[in-house]
C-alpha cells in the first residue's frame, strides 16, 4: 500500500509517541509487558479499509489521564487529518488500545 509522506510522516510520529509512552508508563516499562500490532486492507461495503490497531498487555494498570497532552492529541488530530479516517484512543484498566480506519480511496486519492 502505498502512503503520501504526509501519511508516512503522521503514522510514524503516531507510533513514536505511543512506543515512548509504553516505554515510560505501559506495557515496555516492566518485564514482560507485550504490545500487539496489527494492521489489515478489508474489504468494507463497496470499498476497502485500511485497519490499524496498538494493543498494549501486561504493563502496570492503566488509567484515564486527567487532562489531554501534546501526544495525545498528536495521535488523534495528524491520523484522523492525514488519513481521513476515526481514531480511538482508550486506556483500558489492561493496556492502552489504539486504533484507526481510513478507506483507501480515500488514502490514494490524497494529494502530497
Known sequence: MDLTAKQALSLALALHELA????????LSVPGGTIDVRWDCT????????RFGWREQGGPPVSTP???GFGSRLIESTLSSDFGGSVKVDYLPEGVVCSFEAGLNDLTGQAE
Open 20 to 27: 515512548t509512552n509504553a516505554t515510560k508508563y505501559g506495557a
Open 66 to 68: 486527567s487532562r489531554r
Open 43 to 50: 474489504p468494507l461495503e463497496d470499498r476497502r479499509s485500511l
